[in-house]
């Protein structure tokens, strides 16, 4: 293929009409937030700008990830992204397998170093040199190294990329290792979540190509258009929070009225993401909606708090010994309540016991 | 300590906590009590509520309630962390230990003795004794800056990205990532304070029966009063 074919050929070439591309990029730019006139913008770009490859790779994984960027609830949005992106490497979606698969991505690093946007989905186990995860032959982490030393920019899926996810559970047996903890020198966009919501993927892979840079990222590195709130900031839901309405177990007059599912563990209050407004599969549902909790997937070492279903997680304050806060809290002031009254009960024997003119001069002096 | 008469003697009653510092205590205590209750019932609410959503705001006035008195936790901590360097030398107690001075640290051992009943023995402080000031420290400084720094950290979330609490303590999240995570330390940080207020509270009610001085009038009318006029060494 030429090197200066743009996105819009591709589209053109894939059978999308005109009229469909700029429906697609309306919705993106709406998507991401953007003014209106963004549309304008995104269709320029997409029309002009020479193709950036995208390199999908996968790591230690379920797969989660690319199963919900195929089930986009925007079709057209998947059909574009998917014919963009899969042409180049994704070893999951490529025709190609075998030798003819991993030449793809030599022939990339050679035709488009430094400008190729790499994707990771999963995450390296660094333990014995990586021996966890073999692709072709090799530890996967020296492919990403690999790959990550030539790319733009790097996109880190799920919460696997972004965090390390339940293969980084304790004691992380394998030690699967978040990409920004194992490629230091190149920017990082984390789109975490188990998975990441297929219109939030689509929605920052489109603004990495059509504007040529990262969208803003937040502090632990998150685009802010999608995790600038917490799912409780925008849930439908949260009057019967305010008002103190909960469901107490799932069957009870509560969960059948939709109250507030915090007291069930919801952990809405403290994850970042737009499951509240962008819902999942096309708008149908989301956890919360659907009368369960939020577990809180996107956010870090979610995996590792103990119950789902509690609103006190757990704390692991040393080595194996984990417990909520409550426990810890309530036996340490338990203890401070008994040792008090013990006290107090040693104090006046020691008075009661204290010799006699002592005793004495101490009472006349006070 | 400061104040020894001549003959070696330690009479009373000694002015120690001027007024800024008993305001501050009494505040400090009431925000504490509200904090605790209002922060428990938080990470535990209490049985649901029935009927319209819109006839309560049990949680909404639980957060209100808990907010005002962590501003007014907050601001009275940092003013009486100025108070320590311009009141007198009793209020620098609560922010600085002598743990240079050989003697903070003899006196420090003398009441960890006194109060395992390894000794009957018992001096006289005007202000705080070591082993007092220490645990002031551990908790009305540390423990205190650690529920002030994580609390606005967590205000932060709601008040979202470029507000005032996420300039000043968005910080929190690059120790530690994970919300949830702080959010439990917060609340053990509470279950900590209230082991404070156990202790504190007993050790001032303590002091009136098994000292040489007085306990908790002293924070009422700011004087020392002691029961012996002999001097201050353990005896």
């Not at chain 1, 190609?96 to 030449?103: L, M, N």
């Not at chain 1, 504007?211 to 949260?238: A, S, T």
């Not at chain 1, 809405?268 to 999942?280: D, K, L």
């Not at chain 2, 743990?99 to 018992?122: A, D, I, N």
Request: include cysteine; hydrophobic fraction near 45%; proline fraction near 5%.
């Amino acid at each position: 293929m030429p090197a200066h074919e743009t996105f819009y050929d591709v589209m053109r070439r894939h059978g999308i009409t005109r009229r469909s591309f700029l429906k697609f990029c309306s919705l993106t730019a709406a998507g991401l937030g953007l003014a209106p006139e963004f549309a304008g913008r995104i269709a320029h770009a997409l029309e002009t700008k020479p193709r950036t490859p995208v390199i999908w790779l996968h790591g230690l994984e379920c797969t989660c990830c690319t199963e919900s960027f195929i089930r986009s609830g925007n079709p057209l949005a998947s059909d574009v992204i998917l014919s963009m992106i899969s042409l180049d490497y994704d070893d999951t979606l490529m025709a190609a397998a075998g030798h003819q698969a991993e030449e793809i991505l030599q022939q990339t690093v050679e035709k488009y170093d430094g400008q190729y946007i790499l994707a990771c989905e999963g995450n390296p186990p660094l333990n014995e040199d990586g021996m966890y995860c073999i692709q072709a032959g090799k530890p996967y982490v020296e492919k990403l190294r690999y790959m990550a030393d030539h790319c733009k920019a790097i996109i880190a899926w799920g919460s696997c990329a972004s965090w390390g996810c339940v293969q980084a559970a304790h004691p992380n047996p394998t030690r699967a290792t978040p990409i920004h903890k194992v490629i230091l020198d190149k920017p990082i966009v984390k789109v975490p979540g188990c998975p990441p919501i297929a219109e939030v993927m689509t929605g920052v892979i489109t603004y990495m190509i059509a504007f040529d840079q990262l969208p803003p990222l937040d502090r632990q590195g998150r685009p802010k258009m999608f995790y600038g709130q917490r799912l409780h900031d925008k849930c439908y839901r949260r009057p019967h929070f305010d008002a103190g309405q909960f469901v107490e177990k799932f069957d009870d007059e509560g969960a059948r009225k939709g109250y507030c599912l915090y007291k069930i563990g919801c952990k809405g209050p403290t994850t970042y993401n737009a499951c509240s407004t962008v819902e999942w599969n096309g708008g149908l549902s989301w956890p919360v909606k659907s009368g369960h909790g939020c577990l809180g997937c996107a956010e870090e070492n979610f995996w590792d708090k103990g119950s789902f279903y509690s609103p006190v997680s757990n704390l692991n304050v040393t080595g194996n010994v984990e417990a909520t806060a409550n426990q810890i809290g309530g036996t340490l002031a338990g203890a401070a309540a008994i040792g008090v009254a013990a006290h107090a009960a040693a104090t006046v024997i020691q008075k009661a016991t204290a010799k006699k003119p002592r005793a004495s001069k101490e009472m006349s002096n006070g | 300590m400061a104040i020894i008469s001549d003959e070696q003697k330690l009479v009373g009653p000694i002015y120690v906590f001027q007024v800024p510092v008993r305001i501050w205590h009494w505040l400090h205590a009431l925000s504490i009590f509200a904090l605790i209750i209002t922060g428990y019932l938080i990470a535990n609410p209490l049985p649901s509520l029935s009927g319209e959503a819109s006839d309560h705001f049990l949680m909404g006035n639980l957060r209100l309630v808990h907010f005002s008195s962590a501003f007014v936790f907050a601001i009275g901590l940092f003013v009486r962390i100025y108070f320590a360097m311009v009141g007198n030398e009793y209020s620098r107690e609560l922010l600085i230990l002598p743990v240079w001075r050989g003697s903070w640290w003899r006196g420090l051992w003398h009441e960890v003795k006194f109060y395992s009943f390894m000794t009957r023995k018992t001096g006289k402080n005007i202000g705080h004794n070591p082993l007092a000031q220490l645990f002031m420290w551990l908790t009305n400084i540390l423990l205190a800056l650690f529920m002030v720094c994580t609390g606005f950290a967590l205000y932060s979330q709601g008040t979202g990205a470029g507000s005032w609490a996420d300039t000043l303590f968005g910080w929190v999240f690059v120790l530690q990532a994970s919300s949830q995570t702080v959010r439990m330390w917060h609340l053990l940080g509470m279950w900590l304070m209230l082991v404070f207020i156990i202790i504190h509270i007993y050790m001032a009610i303590r002091a009136d029966f098994a000292s040489r001085q007085n306990g908790i009038s002293a924070m009422i009318d700011g004087w020392r009063t002691f029961k012996d006029d002999g001097p201050a060494d353990p005896r």
